[in-house]
């Protein structure tokens, strides 16, 4: 029995001042913030922490194209000494309202135009079908556990795939609430593996301390 392990880590906070959906817009950078976080997942599976937690042992570093899981992948690779892979299968969910602000008042949906977009929240009609995610997510993770045979890997993805990937994994429906999903900035979501088969998912935030709103957030 091969025991394999494949962390799905959510890129960090983003630099985007103007409040847009940025999609796979690219230049879009992390935020001090988000350095930060990247640099804290990093520390928390290099087994540097105050917990004491002993090293994880990655071999593998994979990332998507876009700027923001590049530079989060950047410190957790220097930690084990390993280049930075990229994936494009790991790319944010393509959709409609990319470049736009999302909403009411002065957002996209007080133009009609764009309400056909919303017709079908199951699909989903304004862009990338779930299913579609999950299937090259899920293509990327097969491909690294192959890649990271008996040990770990990480792959930096973005909020969407990681949380539909998940939701297809413990067999739920994959449309939802998007106020509901469990996957914060810079959280891991851990596929356990036994061979080819999925025997445990885990879920934990090494960068909680940091996130907007959290207590700790001045002192960070």
Not at 91 to 101: D, I, R, V
Not at 160 to 185: F, G, I, M, Y
Request: with cysteine; glycine share 8%.
């Amino acid at each position: 029995m091969v025991a394999t392990t494949i962390h799905l880590l959510r890129h960090g906070e983003v630099h985007n001042p103007e409040g847009l959906l940025y999609g796979r817009l690219p230049g879009y950078r992390l935020s001090e913030r988000g350095v930060a976080m990247a640099e804290r997942v990093a520390t928390h599976l290099a087994g540097e922490d105050e917990t004491g937690s002993p090293r994880r042992d990655v071999v593998a570093v994979i990332a998507s194209p876009l700027q923001r899981a590049q530079e989060t992948a950047a410190p957790i690779a220097a930690a084990f000494g390993l280049p930075v892979g990229t994936d494009e299968r790991l790319l944010e969910a393509e959709n409609h309202f990319q470049g736009m602000k999302f909403g009411v008042g002065d957002g996209s949906l007080r133009h009609v135009r764009h309400w056909p977009y919303l017709r079908n929240p199951f699909r989903p009609s304004w862009g990338e079908p779930y299913q579609e995610q999950v299937a090259r997510m899920l293509a990327a993770v097969d491909a690294a556990r192959v890649q990271a045979a008996g040990h770990e890997a990480v792959l930096v993805s973005h909020q969407l795939p990681v949380w539909v990937t998940r939701l297809a994994l413990e067999n739920r429906r994959l449309w939802h609430d998007p106020r509901k999903r469990q996957c914060s900035l810079a959280s891991l979501t851990s596929l356990r593996f036994e061979d080819d088969a999925l025997v445990g998912l885990g879920y934990s935030e090494p960068a909680a301390a940091l996130l907007p709103g959290a207590a700790t957030v001045a002192g960070a």
